[in-house]
């Protein structure tokens, strides 16, 4: 990777120090499953790499004052054999498990993950679904975002040049469905994600419903108008139909080689559907 620069920190204060003085030039890098294929093909170039791998503090899964915490260096690999969050995160979990194949889960990060920003990011809809934060630090202190507010477009976020994601934070959450249509099934690209998350009251109505979904539009979303349109119903197949009805108006695919525009939204509403109705019942496995 000609026109590159390398360099390791050593710890936290390190990273944030060179980030701050670097600002704008410097890269992070850990797993680097996208940076490199980023670098390889001439989408970034003459930076700085600043490997974060000797910042153990930045790894591992932590309950604490009613939150779970991941650290941004934490493998996919570690969700996906994780039985705390198949217990208390069922749908990140979920989403781990079908992360592309077992060598990129043992490199890829949950950070890596979130800061690239694509709308196929499989850890997306689900922390998205929980509600989850992102802790974000610089020289200048630290800031807790909802990850919702995190992603602005593809490749794009609120995360500024001198700072660093250090974790992802959201309450515990043990229910929920995650589906994902790829057009094969290792090393899949993900065509169409959703995540959903039902409560159902006593009547049998939605009480509370979060549906999050991917590669529906240029960043991974939040399908609130699809949401609402279930809120206080039964799960029926005609308050279903809304819900679908509502989804086109969440989503703005885009027209690729992999799909078009027109095959995505009508998938996009027929996923949806499975992953609430997967989530009602309480399923977690396709």
Same mark, same amino acid.
């Given at each position: ?106 490199? +890829?990060?949950? !950070?890596?993950?979130?800061? #690239? $920003? =694509? ?7 689900? &922390?998205?679904?929980? /509600? ?96 609402? +349109?279930?809120? !206080?119903?039964?799960?029926? #197949? $005609? =308050? ?7 989804? &086109?108006?969440?989503? /703005? ?34």
């Amino acid at each position: 990777m000609n026109g590159f620069e390398y360099i390791s920190a050593v710890d936290l204060k390190d990273a944030l120090a060179i980030l701050s003085r670097e600002a704008g030039n410097a890269c992070p890098v850990a797993g680097a499953t996208n940076i490199v294929v980023k670098a390889q093909s001439g989408r970034i170039k003459d930076k700085l790499l600043v490997s974060i791998d000797a910042l153990d503090e930045l790894r591992g899964i932590r309950e604490e004052d009613g939150f779970l915490y991941i650290g941004a260096l934490t493998k996919i690999s570690m969700l996906a054999n994780s039985d705390l969050l198949k217990e208390k995160a069922s749908v990140l979990w979920q989403a781990a498990q079908v992360f592309a194949d077992p060598v990129i889960r043992n490199s +890829a990060t949950v !950070g890596g993950n979130i800061a #690239d $920003a =694509s709308p196929t990011a499989d850890t997306a809809p689900a &922390l998205l679904a929980l /509600d989850a934060e992102i802790i974000l630090q610089s020289v200048r202190g630290e800031r807790i975002l909802a990850l919702d507010q995190f992603f602005f477009s593809v490749c794009k976020t609120a995360l500024e040049d001198d700072e660093l994601i250090t974790a992802v934070r959201f309450r515990p959450n043990g229910t929920g469905a995650f589906v994902k249509l790829g057009l094969r099934n290792a090393m899949a690209k993900t065509l169409i994600s959703a995540c959903a998350v039902v409560r159902l009251d006593e009547k049998g109505n939605v009480a509370d419903c979060a549906l999050a979904m991917g590669s529906v539009a240029p960043r991974p979303i939040r399908a609130r108008t699809a949401e609402q +349109a279930l809120l !206080g119903k039964p799960l029926s #197949d $005609a =308050s279903l139909a809304e819900m679908k009805k509502a989804v &086109l108006k969440d989503i /703005d695919p885009i027209e690729s080689i992999r799909a078009s525009a027109f095959y995505r939204a009508n998938v996009a509403c027929t996923i949806a559907e499975r992953a609430v109705r997967k989530a009602a019942d309480g399923h977690v496995n396709d």
